[in-house]
């Protein structure tokens, strides 16, 4: 999960700083999410796969179909 989330944004070019805008949070919070070294929360998982228009199922790794899910 965490190797994809990292993937994500550096197919953008975007910077871990970027993120941590979105996600309200800081640069050390947001580099603990890809690291690892902290658990994501759910509607920080929300809020990744709707930036990156993917499903939280990919970000997890359970498919490889990046494509969101219908609402």
Known sequence: ?????????????LKQEDLAKVLNCTQACYSHYESGKRDIPTDVLQ?????????????????????????
């Open 1 to 13: 999960m965490y190797e994809r989330i990292r993937n994500l944004r550096e197919d953008r070019d």
């Open 47 to 71: 809020k990744l796969a709707d930036f990156y228009g993917v499903s939280v199922d990919y970000l997890l790794g359970r498919t490889k179909e990046k494509k969101p899910y219908p609402q």
